[in-house]
């Protein structure tokens, strides 16, 4: 069993820049994908990004080149640099862990039915 707790949410003007946090429990850390997922009212669940096994990373168009993700498996947690934010990009953020499995891609992590673990996401608003 994995527990993730997300932190780092919160009011940001358009054009700052955030980072979220997930600390996880479980002496396995290293051996998960982690993903992260954001929902805003009234909309599905969209992947945001994914790292995995050898530091590689996959995002979506909507955040290519303004989210980066990092994962200090030392401290079993995994960041989620947001720069340039856009009032769209305003929801909760969830992160998310999965087992790593060498013959998965990016598109595999992107999809949220991959995951095993979920926290319980922290919000992030983005004013224009």
């Known amino acids: 069993q994995v527990q993730l707790v997300e932190s780092g949410g919160g009011l940001v003007q358009a054009g700052g820049s955030l980072r979220l946090s997930c600390a996880a429990s479980g002496r396995t850390f290293s051996s998960y994908a982690m993903g992260w997922f954001r929902q805003a009212p009234g909309k599905e669940r969209e992947f945001v990004g994914a790292t995995w096994s050898g530091g590689r990373t996959y995002f979506p168009d909507s955040v290519k080149g303004r989210f980066t993700l990092s994962r200090d498996n030392a401290k079993n947690t995994v960041y989620l640099q947001m720069s340039s934010l856009k009032p769209e990009d305003t929801a909760v953020y969830y992160c998310?862990?999965?087992?790593?499995?060498?013959?998965?891609?990016?598109?595999?992590?992107?999809?949220?039915?991959?995951?095993?673990?979920w926290g319980q996401g922290t919000q992030v608003t983005v004013s224009s």
């Open positions: 998310a862990a999965t087992i790593f499995r060498a013959y998965y891609g990016g598109t595999d992590y992107a999809d949220p039915s991959r995951y095993l673990y």
